[in-house]
């Protein structure tokens, strides 16, 4: 369930920082895509310092914020990554 969380949480992530920065905004597709990767990303790296919840594994309150923010977090910098390198070679 984690894991749901943290790539649905990462594609609106990814998005979001597309529309909000529309010099990376890569369309929907591949906004969500890199989202997606990224609040894969964000959720794992959180799971292994330990951030990423209950130490139980529940699904607390805490845990599920968490996972949204790692997620959404992760998805917004893998897409700004993607974007900037595909800016990049365009030049």
């Not at 369309?27 to 969500?32: A, M």
């Not at 919840?53 to 529940?58: H, K, P, R, T, V």
Request: proline fraction near 0%; charge should be positive.
């Amino acid at each position: 369930m984690e894991l749901i969380l943290g790539l649905i949480s990462g594609a609106v992530g990814g998005n979001v920082v597309g529309k909000v920065i529309g010099k990376l905004d890569q369309g929907t597709l591949i906004n969500s895509l890199s989202g997606i990767v990224g609040g894969g990303l964000g959720g794992s790296i959180l799971g292994m310092i330990g951030a990423g919840g209950d130490a139980a594994g529940g699904m607390g309150i805490g845990s599920i914020i968490s996972q949204v923010a790692g997620g959404g977090v992760g998805g917004g910098v893998v897409l700004a990554i993607v974007g900037a390198v595909k800016n990049a070679m365009g030049k």
